[in-house]
């Protein structure tokens, strides 16, 4: 069972804005351990979306932003599009007995 | 480019001994982490481990410890995970990646991903 709760699915039409949230605790997120996002599209390999809470590697629309506070974080993707149909994982560190990197639960964007 | 070529896809009996490979190019292999992550049907990304190959230091998730175990050879800059004796609830996608940052102590973020192997075990 994962340290990291993320909401099932999130849905939204082309060019809306969606946000997923990331909740953790003291001993993830809430004790500074930076929060990285990755997008998984159907039959391929997670790729990396967002590091260290906010930053977007080259390559990623401006699109996706990354934002962290207290114990959660968020991904917003803005002007949803089809392509962007595709789970969604946070992930970040956990210090606690099991300490040890963590995903999130994972999220289902639905492009409507 | 830095590319990670992973091993293909296999299909073992309950009891079997497996090795899987993660060969990594384009980048310098023994400076970086390669973690392992398991997608198994359906389901959500959980990390198994990860090994430095420039010493071959490993940590393991508590979930996979005494499961599995992480190697590398840096002489062909290839890492592998490897099963004792595989189970049916082995049955997975096994995927490995790049770590950029401190990967050992717990900031560190994972920007290149192999394809990954599937991994079927069925009697």
């Known amino acids: 069972q994962s340290v990291l709760t993320q909401p099932p699915s999130v849905s939204g039409a082309p060019g809306q804005r969606v946000t997923i949230s990331c909740t953790g605790s003291?001993?993830?997120?809430?004790?500074?351990?930076?929060v990285h996002w990755y997008q998984q599209l159907p039959g391929t390999a997670p790729k990396l979306l967002i590091y260290g809470n906010a930053n977007r590697p080259s390559g990623v629309p401006d699109r996706f932003s990354g934002s962290k506070s207290g114990t959660s974080a968020s991904l917003a993707i803005t002007g949803l599009q089809a392509e962007d149909e595709a789970d969604y994982y946070c992930q970040s560190y956990d210090s606690s007995l099991s300490a040890f990197y963590v995903f999130g639960t994972g999220t289902k964007v639905t492009v409507l | 480019e830095v590319q990670l070529v992973q091993s293909g896809a296999e299909v073992k009996k309950p009891g079997e001994s497996l090795k899987i490979s993660c060969k990594g190019s384009?980048?310098?292999?023994?400076?970086?982490?390669i973690g392992w992550v398991r997608q198994m049907p359906g389901k959500g990304l959980e990390w198994m481990g990860i090994?430095?190959?420039?010493?071959?230091?490993?940590r393991y998730s508590p979930s996979f410890q005494g499961q599995v175990t992480l190697s590398a050879d840096k002489s062909i800059s290839t890492a592998y995970v490897q099963w004792s004796s595989l189970k049916a609830s082995d049955t997975a996608m096994y995927y490995c990646?790049?770590?950029?940052?401190?990967?050992?102590?717990?900031?560190?973020?994972?920007?290149?991903w192999g394809q990954g192997t599937l991994v079927t075990v069925s009697s």
């Open positions: 090994i430095y190959p420039g010493d071959s230091e490993s």
């Open positions: 384009g980048y310098s292999f023994i400076s970086y982490w």
């Open positions: 003291s001993s993830n997120i809430g004790a500074a351990y930076d």
């Open positions: 990646a790049t770590g950029e940052g401190d990967c050992s102590g717990g900031s560190c973020f994972w920007d290149y």
